[in-house]
């Protein structure tokens, strides 16, 4: 069936590093990457994704790459802050143009003051 | 605008007990999903519907019946609760972003524990 990697699963960075995380994906028809946060405790929600017509999207401290040849796309937060420790969930969609999500099994970023 | 609103948001049951969760959105969005969080598990899609009236199976459906009879209200079912479904589930639903599903947007949350 339908994959997604995702690595790593913890991640330590000093406040005002940066941080990456990484998915692989199996299904060649994903056309839709988002990216979750799940601080402790509440519902996910999305910070960014991207679609597969475009290789890098930014929001201000938050970017996500995609390449679709590898079948893998990131997500990269820079000067990293206390209040991004949370669970990040990489997905892609599958199942044609209902575009169901896929999740990866999530990462937990904490962030050291 | 109360957005996705789950309702138990807890609930302990004993094996062989039935129980369902409702879910209720106020956005107007035409989809609507089930799914269940377990530790270092991610969130795994049960059923989904898109549209009044239909449902669909997720990546683990077995042992959960959904209905969808109001476009706002979508029902998930436990007809005979086992020990394997202690979880955490999450309604979301979703609005159509050209043709496509857009974001999700999560309820709250329902922790289950079957004893």
């Known amino acids: 069936g339908e994959n997604v990697e995702q690595h790593p699963s913890t991640l330590s960075v000093q406040e005002g590093d940066s941080a990456v995380i990484k998915c692989t994906y199996s299904?060649?028809?994903?056309?839709?990457f988002p990216w979750y946060k799940q601080e402790l405790g509440k519902r996910p929600q999305l910070i960014i994704d991207i679609r597969s017509n475009v290789g890098e999207k930014k929001d201000q401290r938050i970017a996500v790459t995609l390449n679709k040849t590898a079948k893998h796309f990131s997500l990269h937060i820079t000067e990293t802050q206390p209040e991004d420790s949370a669970v990040y969930f990489c997905?892609?969609?599958?199942?044609?143009?209902?575009?169901?999500?896929?999740f990866g099994k999530g990462t937990k970023l904490s962030v050291k003051p | 605008n109360a957005g996705v609103t789950q309702t138990p948001k807890f609930r302990v049951l004993k094996t062989g007990q039935s129980m369902t969760l409702l879910c209720a959105q106020d956005m107007n969005h035409e989809y609507m999903y089930w799914y269940r969080q377990d530790p270092g598990m991610g969130l795994r899609l049960i059923h989904y519907?898109?549209?009044?009236?239909?449902?669909a199976k997720g990546e683990v459906p077995d042992g959960y019946n959904v209905s969808r009879l109001k476009k706002q209200n979508f029902l998930l079912g436990l007809e005979s609760a086992a020990p394997s479904q202690t979880s955490v589930y999450f309604c979301?639903?979703?609005?159509?972003?050209?043709?496509?599903?857009?974001?999700?947007?999560f309820g709250e949350g329902s922790r289950l524990t079957v004893l």
């Open positions: 997905a892609a969609s599958y199942g044609g143009s209902q575009g169901n999500l896929i």
């Open positions: 299904d060649s028809a994903s056309n839709y």
């Open positions: 979301a639903s979703s609005y159509l972003n050209r043709g496509r599903p857009g974001e999700l947007f």
């Open positions: 519907s898109v549209g009044e009236g239909t449902t």
